[in-house]
């Protein structure tokens, strides 16, 4: 927690914050992405899980997820980049608390459409080796949130923190009034 604290504590230009989201994306866009795509679904075989194939219906529903998912995921990268002057990683830490944009729908919008569009990944190749895979992830994800970030930002930004997440829901997006 006190190595998460001290990188917290140093703002970055936006030059090295855009190059340090850029070998990110290589990752999130790129490596993640190839893994559910390629070598995940072979286990399908493997374990003898029977692929779901229903045709046009995993194209449709599987384009909804990604774009609902890179919406919500750009959006909050975004604003982490521009407005909060971080971003998503904790060693480049935002600067201010984000209670707006896609931040005033949920408190994670970024882990939402990062899991929303990796399942639409797999509902289009009808994996269930890929889609179980992205609930493992998930859960990690939502691991680490729960027992580290959520203490961290109590910790830097307070009450302010304490107030925004007891009115703004954790991970599924909710209409806010107001």
């Given at each position: 927690?006190?190595?998460?604290?001290?990188?917290?504590?140093?703002?970055?230009?936006?030059?090295?914050?855009?190059?340090?989201?850029?070998?990110?994306?290589?990752?999130?866009?790129?490596?993640i992405p190839y893994a559910l795509i390629i070598p995940i679904p072979k286990l399908d075989a493997l374990l003898h899980l029977p692929a779901f194939h229903f045709g046009v219906i995993n194209l449709i529903a599987g384009i909804v997820l990604i774009l609902c998912g890179m919406?919500?995921?750009?959006?909050?990268?975004?604003?982490?980049?521009?407005?909060?002057?971080?971003?998503?990683?904790?060693?480049?830490?935002?600067?201010?608390?984000?209670?707006?944009?896609?931040?005033?729908?949920?408190?994670?919008?970024?882990?939402?459409?990062?899991?929303?569009?990796?399942?639409?990944?797999?509902?289009?190749?009808?994996?269930?080796?890929?889609?179980?895979?992205?609930?493992?992830?998930?859960?990690?994800?939502?691991?680490?949130?729960?027992?580290?970030?959520?203490?961290?930002?109590?910790?830097?930004?307070?009450?302010?923190?304490?107030?925004?997440?007891?009115?703004?829901?954790?991970?599924?997006?909710?209409?806010?009034?107001?």
């Open positions: 927690m006190n190595i998460i604290l001290r990188w917290s504590k140093k703002e970055y230009p936006l030059p090295v914050r855009l190059a340090a989201m850029a070998v990110a994306a290589i990752l999130f866009l790129g490596l919406f919500f995921g750009f959006w909050s990268i975004g604003e982490q980049l521009f407005e909060a002057r971080g971003t998503p990683l904790p060693m480049m830490a935002t600067q201010k608390l984000l209670v707006s944009g896609p931040f005033r729908f949920c408190r994670n919008p970024m882990t939402f459409g990062t899991i929303c569009a990796y399942v639409g990944v797999g509902v289009i190749i009808g994996s269930p080796a890929a889609i179980l895979s992205v609930a493992a992830f998930g859960g990690l994800l939502v691991l680490y949130l729960k027992r580290i970030e959520e203490r961290e930002l109590a910790i830097r930004f307070g009450q302010e923190y304490l107030e925004y997440k007891a009115r703004t829901p954790f991970l599924l997006p909710r209409r806010t009034r107001d």
